[in-house]
């Protein structure tokens, strides 16, 4: 069969950007559209073909549709892509007769969103191995059977499915990620600031934790699954000469054990790369031989979700440490020499003093590349339950963790001018070379 599958344009609204002179909120990191790379790998057999919007222009699209004539177009969106998806859904019903399949974070945070009648099938969570049965239905004509994990949509009547019970099963780590179908954008896929060419592996997919605010642990059911250290080191090696290789799981040392392996593999295989990866706070401080092996492979940045510096904050978003093992890890790290790229949460109750006092933390413990994010909450999350009723802004479009969607404590001018001069400030400080 014939799949066309599409990674939506860089999408939404970002006030900061839009009012207060903030250029720096984009990502620094850019890449490839792994989730679908991923997928693609099992369909084998299939005309699989993979149109990456962040690296073209819109018509591409329209030609894609209409030349390569495909049965199925799959899409992946974040919330804050998701209206784009279902104006291209929209625009794709009125040109052709494809399936139309949407998968990724949003359709797995917030499956009902897309109960509509652009839309035909609703992919949640690992989506590799659920879709790969959903395409072997399609293709026998067979459009009706019911995919644990797989929604089918019912647009005005109830929503519901069969919820998957996600086991390593669904890695299918015996296929590997179609890197070749996105060859021709990998110039795209650069890290900015030294216009070095990076790749995305992944190690373990969910997390060991459920914070507040994050969507990962309903990504897998709360399962901590892990890809076996051979598939990974096949990964790297079809990257080719990719000097950076960014391990896109949300917490790469979850099994320190497992970890501690892949990590020795690559030693001993004399794999010579520069590796981001993702690591919690805690674990730096309780794994730091763990973290220094790393180092010895190749660990060059790790970005690190510290969040607040307050332990009621902390509590509140389920972190589960406390506030005094942020600096220690930072300090751990800095004797390790590595980049830190430390994440922060400026939630919209927060006040002048809590503005200046996390600045003051930033630049006094030396974190490298701060990376500031509004809180938001995302539908399917526990903060959002907490959250909802005082939500003000629902279109999604704002979804971009750069706007307050609840009203915020200090005057709404002052919150956002005092976020964009931080984020102006911290971002004229940041070392060139990330
Ligand atoms: C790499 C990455 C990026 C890259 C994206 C590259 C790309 N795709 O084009 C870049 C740096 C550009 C990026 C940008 C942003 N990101 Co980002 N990103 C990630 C990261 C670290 C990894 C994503 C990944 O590759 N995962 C691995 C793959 C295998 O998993 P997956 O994508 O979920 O795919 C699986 C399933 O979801 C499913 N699936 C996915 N798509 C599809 C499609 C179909 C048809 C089917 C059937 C199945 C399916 O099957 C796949 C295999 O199981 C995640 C965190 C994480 N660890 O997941 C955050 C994450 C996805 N990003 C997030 C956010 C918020 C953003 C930004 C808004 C940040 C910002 N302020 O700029 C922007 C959005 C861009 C925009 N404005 O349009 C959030 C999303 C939360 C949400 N619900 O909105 C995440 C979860 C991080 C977090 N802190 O919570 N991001
Ligand atoms: S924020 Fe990090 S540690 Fe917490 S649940 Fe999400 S991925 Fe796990």
């Known amino acids: 069969m014939k799949i066309l599958l599409i990674n939506p344009p860089d999408s939404g609204r970002s006030i900061p950007e839009e009012e207060y002179g903030v250029t720096s909120i984009k990502q620094i990191f850019r890449g490839e559209p792994f989730g679908l790379e991923v997928i693609a790998g099992a369909l084998a057999g299939h005309d699989v073909t993979i149109l990456d919007m962040k690296c073209e222009k819109e018509d591409a699209l329209w030609r894609s549709v209409s ?20 104006r291209y859904a929209r625009k794709i019903r009125e040109a052709s007769d494809s399936v139309i399949v949407v998968g990724g974070n949003h359709a797995t945070c917030d499956p009902s969103y897309f109960n509509r009648s652009e839309i035909d099938y609703i992919v949640i969570g690992v989506g590799k191995k659920s879709f790969s049965e ?6 026998k004509g067979d459009r009706g059977v019911e995919i ?3 929604a089918k949509t019912s647009a005005g009547s ?3 499915y069969l919820p998957r019970n996600y086991g390593v099963d669904d890695l299918m780590d015996h296929c ?4 070749d179908l996105v060859e021709g954008y990998r110039e795209h896929y650069v890290l900015e600031k030294l216009g070095m060419k990076m790749g995305f592996v992944m190690t373990a997919y969910g997390c060991t934790h459920a914070c507040s605010f994050c969507t990962i642990p309903g990504t897998t059911g709360g399962k901590y699954l892990l890809h ?3 598939s990974v080191i096949r990964d790297i090696g079809l990257l080719g000469d990719v000097p950076f290789i960014r391990m896109v799981d949300a917490n790469t040392f979850g099994n320190p054990a497992a970890s501690r392996d892949l990590c020795r593999k690559i030693k001993n295989l004399g794999i010579r790369k520069r590796f981001i990866a993702d690591v919690r706070a805690d674990t730096v401080v309780r794994h730091y031989d763990l973290l220094k092996e790393w180092k010895e492979a190749g660990l060059h940045a790790v970005v690190v979700g510290f969040e607040d510096i307050q332990d009621g904050r902390i509590e509140g978003y389920n972190k589960m440490y406390k506030a005094d093992i942020i600096p220690r890890s930072i300090e751990l790290l800095h004797e390790l020499n590595m980049l830190i790229v430390g994440d922060f949460i400026v939630p919209p109750d927060y006040t002048m003093q809590e503005f200046a006092d996390l600045e003051q933390f930033i630049v006094r413990n030396g974190i490298q590349v701060p990376v500031l994010s509004v809180l938001t909450p995302i539908p399917g999350t526990p903060l959002y339950e907490r959250m909802k009723e005082r939500i003000v802004i629902r279109d999604l479009d704002f979804y971009t963790f750069t706007n307050a969607v609840v009203p915020t404590a200090l005057p709404e001018k002052a919150f956002y001018e005092t976020f964009s001069e931080l984020v102006k400030r911290l971002h004229e400080r940041a070392p060139r070379q990330t």
């Open 67 to 86: 030349d390569f004539r495909p049965q199925v177009i799959g899409l992946t969106a974040v919330t804050c892509e998701a209206n784009t998806v279902l």
């Open 134 to 139: 959903l395409i072997s239905h399609i293709q």
């Open 148 to 150: 644990p994990g797989i």
């Open 158 to 160: 109830s929503f519901s």
């Open 176 to 179: 590997p990620p179609r890197y």
């Open 228 to 230: 076996s250290p051979d």
